[in-house]
């Protein structure tokens, strides 16, 4: 198999006011290898233990061979924190790069959107109780967005979410962006290129985000090339 041309990327995480910061993030391309992985993590409470899963479980997926695919790499860190003993957790979300793209999976609020250069959509779906809720058309209280119903440590495979981003770029983000920063205030920060990791977290925090946040930002391919566009947030 031939080398497959690698994204440029760039990331940032900043502790918010919490003890620690227990987001964490990894990118792996193997020498000679078919792809990149990219991984996104964030530790469940607010103490080491956490920490320490969210760095595992991301190390652990993002080390994963490309061709083993996306719901593989959750499986990779899920034995990984297993391993660590405790009861350390963590949500994660892994993007693999292959011939369509990427192929994602999920467990938790973590999330990825597609990023085109022009537009920014969610695809990925929380693994919350308030989801849960939205799906069966309940009321929702705040609390509820907090409260996971999957876990790196707890999911069942059949569980993992999983989506493709067939063209384009990513964003990864921990809660602390995506429930901190609207739809449309990240994508006028998409558009500062190598800046845009580095001010979606200062943004979160500085306007009073509560969590810890991280976002990795995978740029589109040839982005000045393609025709200009309206932008949209979705």
Excluded at 41 to 48: N, T
Excluded at 76 to 81: E, Y
Excluded at 184 to 201: H, K, P, Q
Aim: charged content about 20%; hydrophobic content about 45%.
């Amino acid at each position: 198999m031939t080398d497959r041309e690698l994204p440029r990327w760039h990331t940032a995480s900043a502790q918010g006011p919490r003890k620690l910061n227990a987001d964490a993030v990894g990118a792996y391309a193997a020498a000679g290898g078919a792809g990149i992985v990219f991984a996104l993590a964030d530790g469940v409470g607010d103490h080491p233990s956490a920490a320490r899963a969210a760095r595992t479980a991301a190390s652990a997926a993002a080390r994963t061979p490309v061709g083993h695919g996306a719901v593989k790499a959750v499986l990779a860190a899920q034995r990984a924190v297993h391993d660590l003993g405790g009861t350390g957790d963590c949500v994660l979300v892994v993007a693999v790069q292959s011939d369509k793209g990427y192929h994602l999976a999920w467990v938790g609020d973590a999330r990825a959107y597609a990023w085109d250069g022009y537009t920014v959509r969610q695809v990925t779906k929380d693994h919350t109780l308030a989801q849960y809720f939205r799906d069966h058309d309940q009321p929702v209280t705040p609390r509820m967005e907090h409260v996971v119903t999957t876990s790196v440590r707890t999911a069942g495979e059949h569980e993992i979410g999983t989506a493709v981003v067939a063209t384009g770029g990513l964003l990864l983000t921990s809660d602390g962006v995506h429930k901190t920063l609207s739809g449309a205030t990240m994508l006028d920060i998409l558009g500062m290129a190598d800046r845009a990791a580095t001010e979606l977290v200062r943004t979160a925090i500085s306007i009073g985000g509560s969590d810890n946040a991280t976002a990795i930002v995978v740029d589109p391919p040839r982005a000045e090339d393609i025709t200009k566009k309206f932008r949209v947030a979705a």
